[in-house]
């Protein structure tokens, strides 16, 4: 968290989510969004999000096309 909010300067809030049952972090700079955090019970997770103009680079990236597309199933 020291790395998200001093060396990157992004800032971060966290709060839990009853019907979830979870703790959830959005980290933002600039106003917009970066990456959310959920925890949950044995495991964590993070959702990225990038624009229209960024997104295409996604796709030059050397990983698993399952991974890539993993929040569309």
């Known amino acids: 968290m020291k790395m998200i909010t ?3 300067n992004l800032a ?3 709060r839990f989510y009853k019907d979830g049952n979870a ?3 959005e980290v933002v700079g600039k106003k917009k969004t970066v990456f ?3 925890i949950w019970e044995g ?3 993070t959702s990225f999000f990038f624009t229209g103009k960024n997104s ?3 796709d030059g990236l050397a ?3 399952e991974i890539k597309n993993h929040s569309q199933k």
């Open 12 to 14: 971060s809030e966290w």
């Open 63 to 65: 990983k698993n096309s």
């Open 56 to 58: 295409g680079g996604i």
């Open 6 to 8: 001093s060396d990157l």
């Open 23 to 25: 703790w959830f972090c």
């Open 43 to 45: 495991y964590i997770r």
């Open 36 to 38: 959310g955090l959920s």
